[in-house]
């Protein structure tokens, strides 16, 4: 134990913030498209709108990201869309994201960068799936995702 988490739920601990944001990126999205759950002035958009592809965006790969399926590309392509939210919609109302209220598009930007590196951890179907190399020894938390390198 090095801190005051012990190192051995990392991976969980991973899963866990995979799992949260995941579900408060998929409202994210529905609040955009369905006006839920909060009604937002520009609810209920239409599909072939590049709202309604956001929403859609966000509300598909927030599925996917919260079963921990794909997690690599799809956590790409949400950091993706993020940033390109960001830079359309927020950075024109200013530099700062306190500012322009783009701190929730920068906050998810980064996430999923973090996922597309790290992986969906133990507790996805991407793990379920054998999506993981256990080298001789390796307990299966130690080598849950391949490496980026592969």
Known sequence: MSGPIPSRWAPYL???????????FVAHGSQKF?????AEARAGVSLMSLLGLASMIEMIGGTLMFLGLLTRPVAFVLAGEMAVAYFTSHAPRGFWPLVNRGEPAVFFCFTWL?????????????ALRGRRTRAPGTS?????ER????
Do not use: E, K, N
Not at 114 to 124: D, L, M, V
């Open 14 to 24: 991973q899963s866990a913030l995979r799992i949260v944001v995941a579900f408060l």
């Open 34 to 38: 369905f006006g839920f759950p909060a």
């Open 114 to 126: 973090y996922f597309a590196a790290a992986g969906a951890g133990p507790w996805s179907i991407d």
């Open 147 to 150: 490496p980026i390198s592969s």
């Open 140 to 144: 299966p938390t130690q080598a849950y």
